[in-house]
């Protein structure tokens, strides 16, 4: 017999373009016209009406979100609020899922995500019934909101999510960092307990400047890495440790990128990315603290190290899980690895008449590593000298 009342969870301002499973749930695309599909028929215009008091831009009611689904359950809709943590926990899963494959300075038009897109909303619903009782993770405790009708109430989408999109998921990510968490790995840890503080770095909430996002992005860091001191040096060596095999280069080499003065001769055989995050450390510290600041060099802006930080931090897990045999970047992943330190002393433009030279450079070095691979698979030398194709 069908519940006559439940607790659905959805993110009203996300539609993902497939079905995808994180853990124990299945997220779903929706359109409200179809809800009859995971709804029990009795509930359908229930669930219709609360989905219809998100609204768009113009006021109009959104037409399509995504829903989270329980895996082999009887009402796979229904899902009891004692689940809530581990439906955060899947959230922020196909969040990192989606934000490691976005693309970043592509022009005006291009698809950008963050970290809202993917918030779930909690909410109850009771057959017939026209009272709307939304839920709220709190301090303390969660609050539920009763004794309002749908009619009566409108929930504005965020002006942060205008103009986003999000039409890749990384399901081998995702499959990856669940095993991991089933082995109980220390990486799990890692990734688990710095994935919040780089959502929301990257959210995009108007009520956090820039300063205060590179303060979570490099406490994100900091969380991922374990540095075994809390120190600038220390999460530049672990940072470097992990990305060792791709460096291309040093910062006697950069064209752009200058050594902190008063250790320019040890900094010189830097690469690059080492040189960047520690500067990302001292960011973090200049926001966290007060008093007089130890003077370094600063060859990023806050803005340039969010777009660093939003690349970097997703390839660093991919790294990691890679380094415990659970992910195999593929040879695009390897290629936007080789063109970080590239892109660290790359121009960042100035206005529409000189565009950055992100894209370009990242673009060159995933098709090199693309058509290099394609080679190294297709043609082997044997042992004597002749070229032969490779069997699969």
């Given amino acids: 017999m069908a519940s006559s009342s439940g607790f659905i969870i959805f993110m009203p301002w996300l539609t993902i373009p497939a079905q995808m499973r994180v853990g124990r749930f299945r997220f779903s695309p929706i359109r409200l016209a179809d809800v009859g599909a995971i709804i029990d028929p009795s509930m359908v215009s229930t669930v219709q009406n609360a989905l219809r008091c998100y609204v768009q831009k113009n006021g109009h009611p959104i037409q399509s979100c995504t829903i989270l689904l329980r895996v082999s359950d009887r009402e796979p809709w229904n899902i009891p609020r004692s689940h809530w943590d581990y439906a955060s926990e899947a959230a922020k899963t196909l969040a990192i899922a989606c934000l490691s494959e976005q693309r970043f300075l592509e022009g005006h038009f291009s698809p950008h995500l963050n970290a809202t897109m993917f918030h779930i909303i909690g909410q109850g619903v009771s057959v017939g019934s026209d009272q709307i009782a939304p839920f709220f993770a709190r301090r303390g405790g969660g609050l539920q909101i009763g004794g309002m009708r749908f009619k009566d109430i409108v929930f504005q989408r965020p ?37 919040e503080l780089f959502l929301l770095g990257h959210s995009e909430t108007p009520e956090l400047d820039w300063d205060r996002c590179v303060m979570l992005s490099a406490m994100a860091f900091e969380r991922l890495l374990t540095p075994t001191q809390s120190s600038a040096q220390a999460m530049a060596a672990t940072f470097a440790s992990h990305w060792s095999p791709f460096v291309s280069v040093k910062i006697s080499d950069a064209k752009r990128v200058k050594p902190d003065a008063k250790y320019a ?23 966290a603290h007060r008093g007089v600041q130890i003077a370094f060099s600063r ?80 043609i082997v030398k044997s042992p004597s000298g002749q070229r032969r194709k490779i069997k699969k």
Wanted: hydrophobic share 45%; glycine share 4%; aromatic share 8%.
């Fill in 265 to 287: 001769t040890e900094q010189a055989d830097w690469p690059l990315h080492r040189k960047w995050i520690k500067e990302l450390y001292e960011a973090r510290s200049a926001t």
């Fill in 299 to 378: 060859n990023w802006l806050a803005w340039q190290h969010l777009i660093v930080a939003a690349f970097a931090y997703p390839l660093t897990i991919k790294l990691m899980l890679s380094e415990n045999n659970l992910y195999t970047l593929s040879d695009h992943e390897l290629g936007a690895c080789d063109a970080l330190d590239d892109l660290l002393d790359s121009s960042w433009g100035k206005g529409w008449r000189k565009p950055p030279e992100w894209s370009e450079i990242l673009s060159k070095s995933e098709a090199y590593r693309a058509i290099r691979a394609i080679i190294d698979r297709a």
């Fill in 159 to 195: 002006p942060q999510i205008e103009g986003t999109d999000c039409s890749l998921i990384n399901a081998a990510l995702i499959k990856s960092i669940g095993k991991a968490r089933r082995l109980k790995l220390p990486v799990a840890d890692a990734i688990d307990s710095s994935l």
